[in-house]
């Protein structure tokens, strides 16, 4: 069938993909740029351009036949879309996944904030060019409230400009409830009465609609905009981005250099709370401008603000740095130094009942304990790759007789000496070795937090030496043991962030060794799937030496926590040259899995104290019984009951005050201690002891031996 051709001067906008891609074309002799995004002119025969730009594609996309549509200004053509769910459907290029969950419901598409785009995640606003796997981002994912938390910011800076003309902005970023804005406001300042005008200015912007407008900005562009803006902070951002990497995002009268992503328009944000103003220096350097930070959060429903303010009033009350002082379990002291923990007795007896339950679950789980020492030359830091990967959040080395020394800042490479220090076969694995150890990390002074960030810290931690037949089962049994902690804290809300590597930056920031990344990968996530697990996959998150699970657990008032992490990894057992012989009697560098499933003492145990509100479980209590004697006529009766439960193993004091018994019971309530037994003439006649229970009052009259054999037994069974 003959093919008829027409030769012609048209214009086209090809549209591929995303990518700073180039392609030659050899039309009649003439050479044509194609490039994505740009407008073309050329003499051009169709049947020739079909098959050179369907060739160039089908090379891009992988694909044996793409079917090319033209019109007079486009070239269009079918992509796939690949869903979590493993469905692909068919979109026309330059869809985007607003466009996609139109398609799929209305109601849908109105709740779509974002999208995670091969691993990327993208305003739901941006087209897609290529074959993507794609999943919709809504406020109730981790990356939607990001999104909607940045453009919030961005919102919040507009307002900002509009009531402090000439203000300029360095950057804000989302966090992890919330976001904040630093900007330059000159020689004026801001109040708390700035911050209630601010809010109604943001709800009467947001009320707008207006789109957030992605545009691609040449350097020299984005450098003349903030000059004739006179933003110097902008401008020193520019310096460190080179031509197609540079993004303007707009909505209304604002315009800001971003990278995104941002949420469709501002009409997704319903309720805003500007919480605090703070200060901030240029950069977090203290020779640099103090600037001014502005904190918010929002919300896409004024009752989930509400909701959120109520949770905040709870968490003051629960905040662990008050509970711990007021209940002597912890203090920090300036001589000592920031970050630096000093645990009072009834802390401590917190870690050891919390030592004792790793101890006994370890041992059960076929645990072997160790212990290493605090510091280890550099060298062996450099053989496991943590210098130079992880040198910044290292204390600076000390040097002796000529050797460079370091605190240590993680257990793992002295486990793997302990491995390699007798000869191991097949018959050997797997094998498991544990140590609460002390650990030593360079946090910066504005990251510290109570118990929540520190600089020394004490680490529920074991690396498990595996076959691969091995690791499936290996894997398993720790996700198990979290779920046991889980229920004997109450904890009812988790989830497992997966944190893959991102191939860009193999190399760099990962180990480059691209094949057992993704086997390693697909190893964790088959034990997280079988196991009905729930878990989400977080892109560019992993340790630098293979993929982990953070694990984020919920307190009771609904508060998010990183409690801890549980790691593969496949390169350390190569660098230390860690080896067992196999079943073919030959060598064979065994999997580890570095786990602690409680943590840190510091974190874990400041979550704890706002999950139970100091009110801890009788088994965890520092002090788990309080005599109380009406009078000091009863007073040794009281002490003799104190060493009937001592030699119980059961925590009790005396009050021995000269004060009423109700003062006592006010104070000993106060202290949050679990059981107040008060005793009088007619208890101490009978023997029996009057019971109070934390939080629920007089509870009855019980016989001694009666009482510590019920409290014995909740003490044992860990009871919440």
Sequence with gaps: MPVKTLS????????????????????????????????????IDFLIINTCIQNYLLQTFNRTSLDLHFSENRISYMINITFPDGAVRQYENGTTALDIAKSISEGLARKIIAANVNGQVWDATRPIYNDASLKLLTWNDTDGKSTFWHSSAHLMAEAVESMFPGVKFWVGPPVE?????DMDLGDRKMSDEDLVALEKKMSELARKNNSYIRKEIPKTEAVKYFTDKGDEYKLDLLQGLNDGEITFYTQGNFTDLCRGPHIPNTGFIKAIKLTSIAGAYWKGDEKNKMLTRVYGISFPSQKELDEYLLMLEEAKKRDHRKLGKELGIFTMDDDVGPGLALWMPNGTVIIEELEKLAKETESAGGYKRVVTPHIAK??????????????????????????????????????????????????????RLAEYGTCYRYEQSGELFGLMRVRCLHMNDAHIYCTKEQFYEEFKAVNDMYLKYFKIFGVDKYVMRLSLHDPAKLGKKYVNEPELWIETEALVR??????????????????????????????????????????????QGRSFKLEFTNHDNKAETPLIIHRAPLGTHERFIGFLLEHYAGKFPLWLAPVQVKLLPISDKFLNYAKTVSQQLKKADIRAEVDDRNEKIGKKIRDTELMKVPYMLVVGEKEMNENKVAVRRQGKGDIGVKDVVAFINEAKEEILERRE
């Design 177 to 181: 409830n919330g976001f904040y804005y």
């Design 526 to 571: 088959d034990v997280l799937i079988k196991t009905n697990t729930p878990f989400v996959e977080v892109q560019d998150e992993a340790a630098f030496y293979g993929p982990k699970i953070d694990v984020q657990i919920w307190s009771i008032i609904g508060r998010e926590f990183t409690l801890a992490t549980n790691q593969v990894d496949f390169a």
């Design 378 to 431: 550099e060298s062996m830091y450099l053989t496991s790759g943590h210098l130079p990967y992880y040198k910044d959040s290292m204390f600076p080395p000390m040097e002796l007789e000529g050797i460079k020394y370091y605190l240590k800042a993680m257990n793992c490479p002295h486990h793997h000496k302990i491995f390699a220090a007798e000869p191991k076969s097949y018959k050997d694995l797997p094998l």
């Design 8 to 43: 012609k001067f048209v214009s086209l906008r090809v549209k591929t993909n995303e990518y700073d891609r180039t392609a030659g074309f050899d039309f009649q002799k003439e050479f044509v740029n194609f490039k994505t995004g740009i407008i073309i002119k050329f003499r």
